[in-house]
């Protein structure tokens, strides 16, 4: 694409159940560009699943290998890409997320249950599940609206109709 600045054309932020993976492979079909996931390249550079991570090496050496692994994401893929949950929470991160085509799924507590419900893959959310997730977006929403140019509720809609939205949140406006 010409005249584009380089980069993903779209980043998706949100919390663990939001559908960042499913709708990023659903846009990323619909735009015929690939698709990134963070947390998958973190696992991939470790050498090891994010929940060892943290057990063995601990959450501050993951935030550091996810930091990095979005720097390396936004100068390199120009797809659709998705981030970890917790990547908004480095004031590094949310610079380099300034301007950019970032869209904020939103998803409640009770539709994030259904999806991510007792998932031990996801260590933040190992212990009560519930209020741990409300906590997290308690601490996350205000970072999540910081750096996002749009908020694509996901509640009650299909994840066609979520790709969809997201797909008309970038839409550029006319005057």
């Known amino acids: 694409m010409t005249g584009r600045s380089a980069g993903p054309l779209v980043v ?9 993976s499913t709708i990023g492979a659903l846009l990323a ?3 015929g560009v690939a698709v990134r996931d963070t947390d998958a390249d973190v696992e991939r550079g ?26 390396d994401a936004l100068a390199e893929h120009d797809g659709v890409l998705a981030l970890g949950g917790g990547a908004i929470l480095a ?6 997320l300034a301007g950019r085509p970032v869209i904020f799924l939103d998803v409640s507590l009770p539709e ?12 933040l959310l190992a212990i009560n599940p519930r209020r741990r997730w409300r906590t997290l977006m308690d601490e996350r929403r205000p970072l999540y609206t910081e750096v996002a140019r749009a908020v694509v509720e996901t509640a009650d809609r299909t994840p066609d109709e979520v790709a ?12």
Not at 91 to 96: G, H, Q, Y
Not at 112 to 123: E, F, N, Q, W, Y
């Open 12 to 20: 998706l932020v949100g919390p663990p159940g939001s559908g960042k």
């Open 164 to 175: 969809q939205a997201v797909l008309e949140a970038l839409e550029p406006t006319t005057a």
């Open 46 to 71: 470790a050498g090891k699943a994010i929940a060892d991570i943290f057990v063995e090496d601990g959450e501050d050496r993951f935030r550091a290998l996810e930091a990095a692994a979005v720097r």
């Open 112 to 123: 994030a249950m259904k999806r991510v419900g007792l998932d031990t893959s996801r260590p």
């Open 29 to 31: 079909e619909r735009l």
């Open 91 to 96: 004031p590094a991160t949310r610079a380099l």
